[in-house]
């Protein structure tokens, strides 16, 4: 910025501008002078510019002792216009966050966002109607429009050809997996390949007109879901396997989130309870937190739990792993020992695993005591108890992800814990 423009700016900062305040506030967060950067930002943020109320409530996500608070400052945030807190408010309702609203306020919020023409959101509420109708015409068309300027978006729009869904049109698969291409998605080619087996053979079906009140209809019976049978494997220790849960593109939506994010996994040092790299464990991660977690990813941590029998507000944040040819995390356990950590949260009482592709060999979920493997299909949730029935750590829970020997594999991963998991 010229030095002119800059006067400008600043004048008009100190005149009241709101909207001034919040551009020096991150131009001076760019030049790397961050306390004159956040007195510029309160300002803004007590003069309601929207950008700066959602910067100032997205920053207290990152705290259980703030996060009340986050969620009414992020409605304050909605409220004057800001597409990003609809989109947030929407899913801290989902996660619980935010007890003053409710489901119906959840979708209303969410839907503002997408009417406005926010991709995100529409690309939220395209997820939210495939859970009801997985060929809804107006989820088709609001998944193709935000898949040309959505990576997520253009990854389940070629995931749903693919598994042989319905798209809006055939074209525009090509143009969303140019997009993925472009932005090095790590399954970029493995989603070409599929779209070449099923050769001309795509599910094009137009573009429906949009009617929000409809789809607020549509949107209603979303949260009502029951846990299905399980497969039981194992008695000691004890797991079982939900066939099936997740359809392939939730499963690719879940990639294409994590595949962003991803840095070098850590274990937790069992004397002092910090998390550390180790060589146990070589893959990496994604650690989808309040401020990255969207409706649809609020959802599925809401079943996991559900899967796992334990109340959703005791999850730990959703993991999202990636292994590597050799690539493996060493036989351990996932109960905690005596630390800070535990004494706030309560032990980890179970595990929930669910497998986001099928296209890799090796990496099995190996229980070493009991001598079981498990290689779960796409969509798949693996579920087992860290404790034994008296609330004691369980020597026989011992297991490895073994190492992948061809491709990449894809996991999400959630700990659930004894009391409401605070961070």
């Known amino acids: 910025m010229a030095s ?72 304050l945030a909605a409220k004057a216009g800001s597409t990003a807190a609809q989109r947030l408010s929407a899913s801290l309702v989902v996660q619980g966050f935010d007890t003053n609203t409710d489901w119906n306020a959840a979708i209303k919020q969410l839907l503002a966002a997408a009417k406005s023409g926010d991709i995100v ?111 039981r494997i194992s008695s000691s220790p004890k797991v079982g396997l939900f066939r099936q849960i997740f359809p392939p593109w939730i499963c690719e939506y879940v990639v294409a989130v994590g595949a962003r994010q991803l840095r070098p996994s850590f274990t937790i040092d069992p004397k002092t309870g910090v998390s550390r790299r180790d060589a146990f464990r070589t893959s990496m991660t994604a650690t989808v937190g309040p401020a990255d977690c969207d409706v649809m990813l609020a959802l599925l941590n809401f079943r996991l739990a559900i899967l796992a029998g334990v109340p959703p507000n005791h999850g730990e944040f959703l993991s999202i792993l990636r292994y590597k040819p050799l690539e493996e995390y060493k036989p351990h356990f996932d109960w905690l020992p005596e630390n800070e950590d535990r004494s706030r949260s309560g032990q980890r009482v179970a595990t929930a695993l669910l497998y986001l592709n099928n296209d890799y060999d090796g ?37 490895a992800g073994l190492p992948v020997t061809r491709g990449e594999k894809w996991l999400a991963s959630k700990w659930l814990r004894a009391r409401q998991y605070h961070f």
Not at 35 to 50: H, S, T, Y
Not at 123 to 143: I, K, M, N, Q, Y
């Open 4 to 75: 002119s423009d800059l006067s400008a700016l600043s004048a008009r900062a100190r005149a009241g501008d709101p909207r001034a305040q919040y551009e020096l506030a991150a131009m001076l967060a760019r030049a790397g002078r961050p306390a004159d950067a956040d007195g510029w930002l309160r300002r803004a943020a007590e003069g309601g510019e929207p950008d700066a109320l959602f910067t100032v409530a997205t920053r207290a996500l990152s705290h259980s002792s703030t996060i009340a608070d986050a969620a009414k400052q992020m409605r």
């Open 121 to 231: 959101a529409q690309r939220e509420t395209a997820l939210l109607l495939f859970e009801s109708d997985a060929d809804d015409p107006t989820g088709v068309a609001l998944l193709a429009n935000s898949a040309r300027g959505d990576a997520p978006a253009a990854a389940v729009e070629v995931a749903r050809a693919a598994s042989g869904q319905a798209v809006a049109e055939s074209s525009g698969i090509g143009d969303a997996l140019k997009n993925l291409q472009a932005a090095s998605y790590p399954r970029a080619e493995i989603l070409d390949g599929q779209l070449k087996k099923l050769g001309a053979d795509v599910n094009s079906i137009g573009y429906a007109a949009v009617s929000w009140e409809d789809i607020r209809e549509r949107c209603q019976d979303v949260v009502n879901w029951s846990a299905p049978q399980t497969e």
């Open 363 to 399: 990496g099995e979920t190996q229980f070493t005591s009991a001598g079981i493997s498990v290689q779960g299909d796409r969509g798949d949730v693996l579920v087992f108890r860290n404790v034994t029935d008296n609330g004691e750590p369980d020597l026989a829970s011992k297991h």
